[in-house]
């Protein structure tokens, strides 16, 4: 991996901004404080008169934090980043930064289920509009901006569909035009894309799900140029208050020190049982960004490096029943939502739904999160799960 930002990745996870720690400490301590005091009238003024680089009071910045930002920052070769109290505050806030009342949006359709209500019913309310489009050909985005167009807001692969977006071509029709672009890297993580060097101008993250890596914490993170983010923090940030706890900042930066270990275990065990789903005579088709069969397979590994654990899969079967009986049959992988974390897990597409209101093309979609555990466990646990099925058809 050397590819990544200007640091060579484990300088960056176990290393940058803990050269000086107190006390020689390994572990970089958690300042677990709400308010920072000063010296003097001057010191306290000056912290005042600019709160984004001095430390005054924990809902803006907070040394535990900053420290988790500058490494998060560094992976994603961006200038700055903001550690959030959440993914969706992370692209909230990103977008809320973007646009104003008059303005309009070109938005993937299929990017996560609460950015879509943000821009349905919360942008609504300020009149801001916005565009859907599938993404996957660029001339979609030309065709939908209109001359109030600000914002095109990207998430590539989304992540129940598996759908990509060419982002150094969208990139280029964005910067023509004046558009500013955000992404949502979470799938990807910025072991595997850094959407900036493509052109991209902010990055969104869950931390939630692999920077976190354990299950154990909710955070997001929002990554850019300087006066991006020095504009988010003042105008966004602190208004809004979506605040990151010192010890989740200090819990993430412990899983990051992870993620080169991680990241590639999750790859090689989603690929392999993404391939093996595949061969299955009860499986219908698997959408995985790095299966040759994928339709934008080319795309993903020009702007990939890798892909990570989650993928969906469709079982040849259009009975609830059998969607049931299969997901029900599985004792390794867990039954929850989310990802990210070192444990393998299932979402059937249609629990979101009553079993009477299935859409026909969400009914036998199922979502698999591939952990790090031993893949070959995994594969039986599967393979067991779907031979059960194939006793329910008789
Ligand atoms: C989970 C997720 C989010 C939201 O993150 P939270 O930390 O749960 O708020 C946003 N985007 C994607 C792609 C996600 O998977």
Redesign the pocket.
């Known amino acids: 991996m050397t590819t990544h930002a200007a640091a060579p990745l484990t300088e960056i996870l176990l290393h940058q901004g803990e050269r000086d720690l107190p006390f020689n400490a390994v572990s970089p301590p958690i300042f677990q404080t709400s308010i920072f005091c000063f010296p003097s009238y001057d010191d306290f003024r000056d912290a005042l008169s600019d709160e984004e680089r001095h430390y005054l009071y924990t809902r803006g910045n907070n040394p535990t934090v900053n420290l988790c930002e500058q490494k998060l920052a560094a992976l994603e070769g961006a200038e700055a980043a903001k550690l959030v109290s959440?993914?969706?505050a992370a692209?909230s806030l990103a977008i809320l930064g973007s646009l104003k009342s008059g303005e309009h949006a070109v938005v993937v359709g299929d990017c996560?289920s609460?950015v879509r209500y943000f821009f349905d019913t919360y942008l609504a309310r300020f009149n801001i509009d916005h565009t859907y489009v599938e993404g996957t050909d660029p001339t979609e985005f030309e065709a939908a901006v209109r001359p109030n167009t600000r914002l095109f807001y990207l998430?590539s692969p989304t992540?129940f569909t598996f759908k990509l977006q060419d982002l150094r071509a969208v990139a280029a029709i964005a910067q023509k035009r004046g558009i500013r672009t955000i992404i949502?890297n979470?799938?990807a993580t910025p072991f595997f894309q850094n959407p900036i060097a493509h052109g991209i101008d902010i990055v969104v993250h869950?931390a939630?799900?692999y920077l976190g890596g354990n299950s154990d914490v909710?955070?997001?993170v929002i990554a850019a140029s300087k006066p991006v983010m020095k504009e988010l923090f003042e105008h966004q940030f602190l208004p809004l208050g979506p605040v990151p706890d010192p010890f989740a900042a200090w819990l993430i930066m412990r899983n990051l020190r992870t993620l080169h270990l991680r990241m590639p275990r999750h790859f090689e065990n989603a690929l392999t049982l993404a391939t093996m789903l595949e061969a299955h005579p009860q499986v219908e088709e698997v959408l995985y960004p790095f299966l040759p069969s994928f339709s934008q397979y080319e795309l993903a590994q020009r702007q990939m490096r890798g892909g990570s654990g989650l993928f969906s899969f469709r079982l040849k079967t259009d009975r609830l029943e059998e969607v049931k009986g299969f997901v029900n049959s599985l004792t390794l992988f867990k039954r929850a939502v989310?990802w990210g974390g070192y444990e393998s897990l299932v979402f059937p597409a249609a629990v979101k739904f009553n079993d009477d209101a299935v859409p026909a093309d969400r009914l036998a979609l199922i979502r698999v999160h591939a952990g790090i555990e031993d893949v070959g466990l995994l594969a039986d646990d599967v393979n067991n799960a779907l031979g059960a099925l194939g006793g329910v058809r008789g």
């Open positions: 959440s993914g969706v692209s996560y609460w998430e992540t949502d979470t799938w869950s939630s799900k909710i955070g997001g989310s």
